[in-house]
């Protein structure tokens, strides 16, 4: 099992230096590692809150305690979460040069806050709060904790995170696009691969030639090359090591 196990790492790692860029495409997933809640798979967040109801523009506009009361804690503790292995090793594959980018659909931050320079928050992120009123900034955790959380000014406080009836971030949403086009691989990392346009990325890889590594607990993308089905926090770092042996026999 750890033979066969490894020869994929080395089969991962092949596509990876051979086929020109590598993009990344990450979600709750990788994160699962430090201690954050998936959406849908066991323990996920959608499991006890219905998101069309507490993660929906509508609703928010109705009434904003609705996703307060699901998301508040993450931004009143926003320097509580870490990276964990899976960000570190994406970060120095970065680094190496042997990834271009992150496509990320985490509102969480943690490639950022790993090290990784190139990242697309296609979904924005909970690190940025916006007064609804007057604009102003708040960066997380330094927003007060209220049942709806308010500017001085008296306007309600919003993350800047796309709510389901809201568009993507358009220069995000433009960049992933165009790297899932130009490259010769995506590493699809602890994603469901349900939520659109995110999913329609590797369909925009494989259209154009490139392959497909999947890294998750569960298969989630019948079209993927090749499918490691392994914790990310386990997988990224074995595959470094794949890769940077195949960077050495090449120098
Ligand atoms: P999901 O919760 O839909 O899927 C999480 C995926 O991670 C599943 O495929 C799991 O099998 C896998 N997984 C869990 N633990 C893992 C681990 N340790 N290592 C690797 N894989 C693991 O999360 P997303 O696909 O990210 O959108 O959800 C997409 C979007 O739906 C989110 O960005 C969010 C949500 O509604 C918005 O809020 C706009």
């Known amino acids: 099992m750890l033979q066969q196990k490894n020869s994929i790492y080395e089969k991962a790692a092949e596509i990876i230096i051979n ?11 990788i994160s699962a590692e430090s201690g954050i809640p998936t959406f849908r798979s066991k323990g996920g967040l959608w499991k006890d809150y219905d998101p069309t109801v507490y993660a929906s523009l509508s609703t928010f506009q109705k009434d904003p305690s609705k996703y307060w009361s699901v998301r508040g804690d993450f931004i009143w503790n926003y320097g509580e ?4 292995e899976a960000h570190y090793s994406l970060a120095r594959l970065e680094e190496t040069g042997v990834v271009s980018s992150i496509i990320t659909q985490n509102i969480d931050g943690l ?39 308010k500017c001085s000014c008296g306007g309600v406080l919003k993350p800047n995170t796309v709510l389901f009836g809201e568009p993507l ?18 590493i699809v990392i602890g994603t469901s691969a349900t939520v659109y346009p995110a999913a329609q990325l590797p369909l925009i890889v494989a259209r154009n030639g490139g392959k497909i590594i ?36 090449n120098s």
């Not at 971030?169 to 995506?186: D, I, V, Y």
């Open 111 to 149: 490639h950022k806050k790993a090290g990784s320079k190139n990242v697309f928050e296609i979904h924005g992120s909970l690190r940025e709060i916006f007064c609804q009123d007057c604009n102003r900034e708040y960066i997380a955790p330094e927003v007060p904790k209220n049942d709806i959380p």
């Open 19 to 29: 086929s020109g860029e590598c993009t990344v495409l990450t979600g709750a997933g």
């Open 169 to 186: 971030p358009e220069r995000a949403l433009f960049n992933a696009q165009k790297e899932s086009e130009q490259c010769g691989s995506m």
């Open 81 to 84: 979460y870490s990276p964990n």
């Open 214 to 249: 999947e890294i998750n607990i569960e298969r989630s993308l019948a079209s993927a090359d090749i499918f490691i089905e392994e914790k990310a926090g386990t997988a990224l770092p074995a595959l470094e090591k794949e890769i940077g042996k195949l960077l050495n026999n």
